[in-house]
């Protein structure tokens, strides 16, 4: 089988490239899955790169999520030629993951593949678009609706903005994209962005702990000094769902717009989600995401091409979502 193997050096860096390797050596699990696509990643770029990142043991396969069909299974939920999806359990990082042609895991990590999606099309969704959909239906558990008001997604150009844009627009709200490509603006328009903010508008020097009341809600992408000044223009009583830490783990915030304003601040977790939300979030990007929105986010790669993109999603260079055919 062909797999993209990380390895670390003698210097203590990491090297990237694809392997003819043997099937016996990869890790312990119930059911062995035949790889047909997978994603790249934010955390994809850091253990791929010189330095490692996230990765636990060498050698190492990255990829965070993959879909395919079970090839074998000792447990009675999979049978071979099942399709299934998996994200998160810190898959790609401490256990060998995606960009390979045969994963082998732990069956409860899996989830049926949702009627209607390919598995091409449940990787253009990917780990980024999952983690949409969960904040979405978090915004929504915290009583948001259309009508409430224009909601914000912030690094909207990237994979969890382009998918979050694309859900909440299907869904009927009112979507202002924050990007700091404004080039990028068409393409968020595409996938139903009503207005673009540029960053600099949002991400300058925090000067009041309240501004105008501007948002009903927000998905935030990016963290940091953004996230802190969106926290101010929000609704009376509205949500964020914040998702990254692209901007920084730090937050440069008072607890005035939580107390005076009773903002709620929600943590979205992808990697140890329980199998009943993961079932029903995916199941809601089947029925949810216009799958013709996906063609526009779409960047097609494959295994070869991984090592320069890890390179490139770490810039900041990545448009959308990268599918890689692991069998191309």
């Known amino acids: 089988m062909r797999a993209l193997i990380v390895e670390k050096n003698e210097d203590g860096k990491t090297s990237a490239g694809v392997q003819e390797i043997d099937e016996s050596r990869l890790p312990e699990g119930n059911v062995t899955v035949a790889v047909e696509y997978s994603t790249v990643n934010y955390k994809d770029g850091l253990c791929i790169g010189p330095g490692g990142g996230l990765v636990r ?35 790609g990082e401490a256990h060998w993951g995606g960009y390979a042609e045969k994963a082998r895991v732990n069956a409860d990590w899996l989830v049926p593949l949702p009627e209607g999606l390919s598995t091409k099309q449940a990787m253009a969704v990917g780990t980024a678009g999952f983690t949409s959909m969960l904040a979405v239906m978090a915004l929504e558990a915290h009583g948001l609706k259309p009508e409430n008001g224009e909601v914000l997604v912030t690094g909207a150009s990237g994979g969890v903005g382009s998918v979050a844009t694309a859900i909440l627009a ?121 799958m013709e929105k996906l063609e526009g986010m779409m960047v097609d790669a494959t295994l070869a091409d991984l090592p320069k993109l890890g390179a490139d999603i770490l810039k900041g260079q990545v448009r959308g979502r990268v599918v890689v055919d692991v069998n191309a």
Request: hydrophobic fraction near 40%.
């Open 57 to 91: 043991v060498y050698p190492h396969v990255p990829g965070i999520d993959f879909a395919g069909t079970v090839e074998t299974s000792d447990d009675a939920r999979y049978k071979p030629g099942d399709k299934v999806v998996l994200t998160g359990w810190r898959v």
């Open 170 to 290: 299907n869904l009927g709200y009112d979507v202002a994209a924050v990007t700091g490509r404004p080039e990028q603006s068409q393409y968020l328009a595409n996938l139903g962005a009503s207005k673009l903010v540029t960053r600099d508008e949002l991400a300058e020097t925090i000067k009041r702990p309240l501004e105008k009341e501007t948002w009903a809600g927000c998905v935030d992408a990016v963290g940091g000094s953004m996230l802190a000044r969106v926290l101010g223009q929000m609704k009376y009583g509205a949500s964020v769902a914040a998702v990254g830490l692209a901007g920084g783990a730090q937050l440069p915030a008072t607890v005035v717009p939580f107390l005076l304003r009773g903002v709620n601040l929600l943590g979205i977790d992808s990697v140890m989600q329980p199998y009943e939300n993961r079932l029903v979030a995916w199941k809601r990007i089947a029925s949810d995401l216009p």
